[in-house]
């Protein structure tokens, strides 16, 4: 067998080995609160699956433009209005009229 094909037969197998390495790794670090940050084992499967399966692109490409749009208010109550349901107080400011 030559050097190519080597390289090809071992890639899968490989390439798992390195997966639960990093994953072994990851939760290691996270047991010792050493350092958060992006988890690179879920990157990878994230990435290795939209290899095969086009719909997994789009959602990671959905995902990351979700990610970048803002957030508004999840309690239901008017922007730039102070409402405290538990007093029963609502604060309007009221805007100057040209």
Do not use: C
Not at 8 to 33: D, F, H, I, M, N
Not at 48 to 70: P, Q
């Amino acid at each position: 067998m030559g050097t190519v094909e080597t390289v090809l037969a071992w890639s899968v197998p490989g390439g798992t080995l390195a997966l639960v390495a990093v994953g072994g790794y990851e939760l290691w670090r996270q047991k010792r609160r050493k350092k958060a940050g992006t988890p690179l084992a879920a990157t990878y499967v994230d990435e290795f699956t939209a290899i095969f399966y086009g719909t997994k692109r789009w959602e990671l490409d959905h995902r990351d433009s979700v990610s970048l749009m803002a957030e508004d208010d999840a309690e239901g109550a008017p922007p730039n209005k102070g409402v405290d349901l538990d007093r029963g107080i609502v604060v309007l400011k009221r805007e100057d009229l040209p």
